[in-house]
């Protein structure tokens, strides 16, 4: 990947006469059945371009409650798109009910509400495990989203999990949305960037809007590059992150304070609960594990989170895991 980046052919991709870029760009969209592609720096980029494509200030997105959008994207969505945001439940796969998206839809005649122009899935989920979404559960949301006349934008920075774990070509996953983005760092092993996917009219917009926040990258051939290797090189693997992710749940199913299910882990991500009377504050886990060398997130009150790619080993998981059993032990035994 590296050496690729250094050989990289490189022009003016604000001009669109990068030919790394544009290499990228076309082979993104043709793998997920699309007409177009659009290379951004981060997918938190790629979901505000979305939005700023496809709302006006003053409009309405539909998203899951445990959206990254709606909790890891600095309500770009709202400060820049100037878009309402309203919340419909998660189930613990991630996925929302088509029929609450019906009923969180706006009466489009009534002058006192928004209008819903947008309906966000996100497919895997990086709250809910890395939980998967069919073609099916896609299809329910797109059909109710459609006939509303809103559009569907799916957040797929991890879709080639998801097409791996459900052993399906990506771009069933993608074929009824509207538009798609998925990163190219996070599983894909790259260093840096995303690539929005959809229309060639919504791509055209896209640009202008990647423009305006500050998108436009010039010689970015060198991140395009990376890209390409990943697309060709790192997909079929993803499943060796997936039973590494379900080895670490069930070695953590075994530590007395700790709570995972494994067989609710479908892809790379491993959300779990730690014991609060048993154990202690999830911060404070976090900080002893981080002394004994193993690096955490936190989730969501006492749940933390573990993520397996392309540099955790089998060996690697069962050494964190040992590591993990003790850091618990002890501090459960400090009481």
């Known amino acids: 990947m590296r050496r690729a980046m250094a050989e ?7 001009f669109g006469e990068d030919p790394s870029i544009n290499a990228l760009q076309e082979r993104a969209a043709e793998l997920l059945g699309q007409e177009a592609g659009l290379l951004t720096a981060s997918g938190t980029m790629s979901n505000l371009i979305a939005a700023l494509t496809w709302c006006s200030r003053g ?3 539909i998203m899951g409650q445990e959206a990254h959008m709606f909790w890891n994207e600095s309500a770009g969505s709202s400060a820049l798109a100037g878009a309402q945001i309203r919340l419909v439940p998660n189930d613990d796969n991630g996925r929302i009910a088509a029929g609450d998206v019906a009923a969180a839809i706006r009466d489009a005649s009534n002058i006192h509400v928004p209008a819903s122009t947008l309906v966000c899935l996100e497919n895997t989920h990086n709250r809910c495990s890395g939980g998967v979404m069919t073609p099916q559960d896609t299809r329910e949301v797109v059909d109710v989203a459609h006939a509303a006349g809103a559009a569907v934008h799916l957040d797929g920075a991890r879709i080639f999990n998801a097409a791996v774990a459900l052993e399906v070509p990506v771009a069933e996953l993608t074929k009824d949305v509207d538009d798609v983005s998925f990163c190219l760092s996070k599983a894909l092993s790259c260093p840096v960037g ?4 959809g229309s060639e009219e919504f791509i055209t917009r896209a640009r202008k809007w990647r ?9 970015a051939g060198v991140l395009a590059a990376a890209g390409l290797v990943a697309l060709d090189s790192m997909v079929e693997r993803l499943a060796d992150d997936h039973a590494n992710a379900r080895r670490l749940a069930a070695g953590l199913a075994d530590v007395d304070g700790l709570t995972v299910d494994p067989d609710s882990i479908h892809t790379n991500i491993v959300i779990f609960e730690v014991d609060r ?3 202690g504050d999830a911060r404070e886990v976090i900080a002893a594990l981080r002394e004994d060398g193993v690096l955490v997130s936190h989730s969501r009150e006492q749940s933390l989170r573990m993520v397996t790619h392309r540099h955790i080993s089998s060996a690697d998981v069962d050494e964190a895991v040992a590591r993990v059993n003790g850091t618990v032990r002890r501090l459960a035994a400090a009481g």
Do not use: F
Not at 8 to 14: I, R, S, T
Not at 194 to 197: E, G, Q, R, Y
Not at 211 to 218: A, E, P, Q, S, T
């Open 59 to 61: 409009d309405e997105m």
């Open 211 to 219: 423009k305006m926040v500050g998108g436009g990258m010039r010689q």
């Open 277 to 279: 009377e048993a154990v």
């Open 8 to 14: 990289a052919e490189v022009g003016d991709d604000v």
């Open 194 to 197: 995303s690539v929005l996917c």
